[in-house]
């Protein structure tokens, strides 16, 4: 097993006693980690689902979804860091300067 396919497994399996405490069926695990896509994303779940003990499927489902859009809001800035960067370089890349320069070359 990979060091990826074991955090997958650990995290999994943590969601799922964190589901089965809450009285919940496993396939409600299964469900939430598909949509949470990531290790990590499902182990702030279980943290949570850990900590808040929530009180019905609707809070649990609440929570997986801003994890989701906390998960799209950073891939989103992450996206736009590295276009700026790019253009950024672009702007001050040696052959746009000389283009600039000489348009006619």
Same mark, same amino acid.
């Given at each position: 097993?990979?060091?990826?396919? =074991? #955090?997958?497994?650990? $995290?999994?399996? /943590?969601?799922?006693? %964190?589901?089965?405490?809450?009285?919940?069926?496993?396939?409600? !695990?299964?469900?939430? !980690? *598909? +949509? @949470?896509?990531?290790?990590? %994303?499902?182990? /702030?779940?279980?943290?949570?689902?850990? +900590? %808040? =003990?929530? #009180?019905? &499927?609707?809070?649990? &489902?609440?929570?997986?979804? $801003?994890? =989701?859009?906390?998960?799209?809001?950073?891939?989103?800035?992450?996206?736009? +860091?590295? $276009? /700026? #960067?790019?253009?950024? $370089?672009? @702007?001050?890349?040696? %052959? *746009? =300067?000389? #283009? &600039?320069?000489?348009?006619?070359?």
């Amino acid at each position: 097993m990979t060091p990826n396919q =074991r #955090a997958w497994s650990m $995290a999994r399996s /943590r969601l799922g006693a %964190a589901v089965a405490s809450l009285g919940y069926p496993e396939e409600f !695990a299964d469900l939430l !980690a *598909r +949509q @949470l896509g990531s290790p990590k %994303a499902i182990e /702030r779940l279980a943290g949570y689902m850990e +900590q %808040a =003990r929530p #009180a019905s &499927v609707e809070m649990i &489902v609440d929570e997986m979804l $801003a994890i =989701r859009a906390e998960i799209e809001t950073w891939r989103a800035k992450k996206e736009g +860091q590295e $276009a /700026r #960067a790019g253009c950024s $370089a672009w @702007l001050n890349s040696d %052959a *746009r =300067r000389c #283009a &600039v320069e000489d348009p006619e070359e």
